[in-house]
T-cell receptor
Framework: GENVEQHPSTLSVQEGDSAVIKCTYSDSASNYFPWYKQELGKGPQLIIDIRSNVGEKKDQRIAVTLNKTAKHFSLHITETQPEDSAVYFCAGGNTGTASKLTFGTGTRLQVTL | NAGVTQTPKFQVLKTGQSMTLQCAQDMNHNSMYWYRQDPGMGLRLIYYSASEGTTDKGEVPNGYNVSRLNKREFSLRLESAAPSQTSVYFC???????????FGPGTRLLVL
């Protein structure tokens, strides 16, 4: 089955700096890679996703890149703000009748003033 | 539009007790999922239902059963709870077009 590894496990940046979180996956058949943000006591919320036919996707301060050859994808957050502080999860999987996802172990991002 | 709702929010059980976690979605999604989240381990898929009337095992199904009651509801049952099942349980749903999974707020379960 799919195995997704995520680094780093914790990340501290100053407000206004950029943050980068990296994930690798093992199954070359995986074609869908979402990123979720989880705030304390809440369920994960999708912030951006990318499919295997696209190399990069951007939404305001958030971007995701995908390298299918190397089997890795990354989340980039620019101009970080205190409200970006949360746990971020990457995931990989196959879409179809149900989008079965394998999640990374999470990155706790802290944005300091 | 409430999205995905889960009940209860928090539950304490003794070893050997049984309980059912309830999940409902009002987005007319075909697929529903149950995950557990443990510290340092991310979210792991327990069971999923691709469509009404079907269920399949995920990564960690042992000790659990599920029922897809109708298109809206997907329940998770622990027949004989064990301390190893102490976790936060999340339900999610997705449609066939966007395939984005939307998560509920979670149920925190403590088994003593």
């Amino acid at each position: 089955g799919e195995n997704v590894e995520q680094h780093p496990s914790t990340l501290s940046v100053q407000e206004g700096d950029s943050a980068v979180i990296k994930c690798t996956y093992s199954d070359s058949a995986s074609n869908y890679f979402p990123w979720y943000k989880q705030e304390l006591g809440k369920g994960p919320q999708l912030i951006i996703d990318i499919r295997s036919n696209v190399g990069e996707k951007k939404d305001q301060r958030i971007a995701v890149t995908l390298n299918k050859t190397a089997k890795h994808f990354s989340l980039h957050i620019t101009e970080t703000q205190p409200e970006d502080s949360a746990v971020y999860f990457c995931a990989g999987g196959n879409t179809g009748t149900a989008s079965k996802l394998t999640f990374g172990t999470g990155t706790r991002l802290q944005v300091t003033l | 539009n409430a999205g995905v709702t889960q009940t209860p929010k928090f539950q304490v059980l003794k070893t050997g007790q049984s309980m059912t976690l309830q999940c409902a979605q009002d987005m007319n999604h075909n697929s529903m999922y149950w995950y557990r989240q443990d510290p340092g381990m991310g979210l792991r898929l327990i069971y999923y239902s691709a469509s009404e009337g079907t269920t399949d095992k995920g990564e960690v199904p042992n000790g659990y059963n599920v029922s897809r009651l109708n298109k809206r509801e997907f329940s998770l049952r622990l027949e004989s709870a064990a301390p190893s099942q102490t976790s936060v349980y999340f339900c999610a749903s997705s449609d066939r077009v966007q395939e984005t999974q939307y998560f509920g707020p979670g149920t925190r379960l403590l088994v003593l």
